[in-house]
C-alpha cells in the first residue's frame, strides 16, 4: 500500500456564500494529495507528463460528512491499496485535526498524450510503486 | 420526475493544461443545472437560502468518459426521479452535440442556516414539486 | 471602435464567505465578455488557437466598486477602441441592472504558439476588425 | 514596510489549455501572500472577519512578464509601504527562482461587516503595524 498525507489551508478564493469550501474545490486538494504521495514515491507527474504520458480522472466520489471552513488547516490522508494496472485508484479522507470532514476515491487512467489512447502504467513508475505492494503480491 | 436542460459554453479559465475541462469544474456545471431546474419550477435557490434553507452537497459521482474542451458548447440534463424529503438526489448527464461525455449525481439536504441542523423539504418547495411525482403517489 | 456585451449569472461557486463574487473571478467574466466579442465580429478565439496563435494577457486592471453578489444577473460591456498591432487593449464596465459595479481593462499581446515569441495580429483578425476604425484611420 | 514572502506550488487546476497558470489564479496567490504577511506580523484575517471587519478589495492590477506553468514552485513577496488608513496597500512579485514572472498591487478597504460601511483600520492592527512605520512617521 501506498500512503501520504497533505496540509493545506483554505483559501477565501475557495470558499462559498455558506462560508464552506465550495464542494468542488475538493477535486483540487484530491489532486495536490495524489500528486504529493507520487512525489514522495520518485516521480513527479510533471515528469510523467514529459514522457508523453497523462493521467485524466476516469471517477470522482466523495462524501462530504461537515463543511471546511475559511483559514482551517486541513489534513487529507490519500492512499493506493493496489498496484495500477491500466487504472489507479486514489483513496482521500479530509480532516480538520481529528474530524473528518469528508472522504473520497478517485480513478486515474494512463493515457498516450500522443495518441489519446489508454495505455499501461509506465515501467517506470511500475518499479518505483512494486516494493510497496511486495506482500499482496506473494499472496 | 423534474426534467431540464442547460446549455454552458467552456470557459478558457476551466480548462487545464490537458486542454480538457478540469474534473472539479464539472462540480459547477451541475450546479447551474440543479439550480436552473430549480427556477424552471417555480423555485429560486437564492429565494430558499433568504428563507433560512440552504442546501449543502451531501455527496457527488461522477463517470467520466470523454474530456469537454475550450469553447464547446455543452448541454448538462438533470432529472430529480423521486419527491425530495430530507434529501434531494440530482442526476446529470453532460453531451456536446449527442456525444455523451460524463454522468453524475449529487445528494443534497436542507439545512437551516440559523442552526446549521438537518430540516425536512420546505412546504413551499414541497408543494411546487409535488405536481411532478403525482403518478408516484397514487401508485 | 468594437463593441459588445454579455450576460452573465453569478454561479455559488464564484462566491466567496463574503458572498460576494471573490476579486478574481472577474478575470474568467472579462474573459468570457471578449471572446464573445471576437465572435460577434467573425472571430472564433478557438480558431486563432488553431492557427497557432495564442492570446495571453499581457495585464490587467481592475477598480471595484460595488460587489455582486450570488446569482445577481450582471451585463459585462467590453469595448476596444483602436486597432491591434502587437497588442489588443479591451476595456469592461460590469453592471447589475443600471449600477455599475466594476470597471477594468486587460491588454492582450499575439504570440505564436510554436515559438512562445511575439507576433503581429494575424491579417485574418485585422481584415475583420479594420472596417470598425475605418473613421479613425482616415483622419 | 511590511515584508513577507510566500511560496506556492501551482495546482493542475489553476493552469490552463496554454499550459499556464490562468491569469485570474494570481489573484488567489495574491489572497494567501497578504493574508500570510498579516498572520506573521500577528493578525489572522480570520480573527478581524470574526471582529465584524472584512477587507474586500478595492482595486486590483497585474502586469505580467511571463507564465508560471504547472508544477512550478512560485515565491510571492508582498510588501506593505504605508501605515494602513481607510485603506491598505500590498504590493506583490512572482518570482520562479530568480525570474520575475509578475508584479501586482492591490487595495483592500476595511469595511463593517455588520454595515457594509467602510470603517478606519481597526486599533488592534494599527498597534500591530505601528511598529514597522515609525521611522516614517518621525520623519
Redesign the interface.
Known amino acids: 500500500m501506498l500512503k501520504s498525507s497533505i496540509s493545506v489551508?483554505v483559501?477565501?478564493?475557495?470558499?462559498?456564500?455558506?462560508?464552506?469550501v465550495?464542494?468542488?474545490?475538493?477535486?483540487?486538494y484530491f489532486?495536490?494529495a495524489r500528486?504529493e504521495l507520487l512525489r514522495q514515491h520518485g516521480m513527479?507527474?510533471?515528469a510523467l507528463?514529459d514522457q508523453g504520458i497523462?493521467m485524466?480522472?476516469?471517477?470522482?466520489?466523495?462524501?462530504?460528512l461537515l463543511?471546511a471552513?475559511?483559514?482551517d488547516e486541513l489534513t487529507v490522508n490519500v492512499c493506493v491499496r493496489s498496484l495500477p494496472s491500466t487504472r489507479m485508484k486514489f483513496e482521500y479522507e479530509t480532516y480538520r485535526g481529528d474530524v473528518l470532514l469528508n472522504r473520497g476515491t478517485t480513478t486515474l487512467v494512463f493515457v498516450s498524450?500522443q495518441s489519446g489512447r489508454p495505455t499501461r502504467c509506465p515501467e517506470v513508475l511500475m518499479q518505483l510503486l512494486q516494493p510497496y505492494f511486495e506482500s499482496e503480491i506473494m499472496e
Open positions: 489551508r483559501r477565501y478564493a475557495e470558499t462559498d456564500a455558506m462560508k464552506f465550495y464542494y468542488g474545490n475538493y477535486a483540487s489532486e495536490v500528486v513527479s507527474y510533471k507528463e497523462w485524466p480522472v476516469r471517477d470522482l466520489q466523495i462524501d462530504y463543511p471552513l475559511y483559514d498524450s
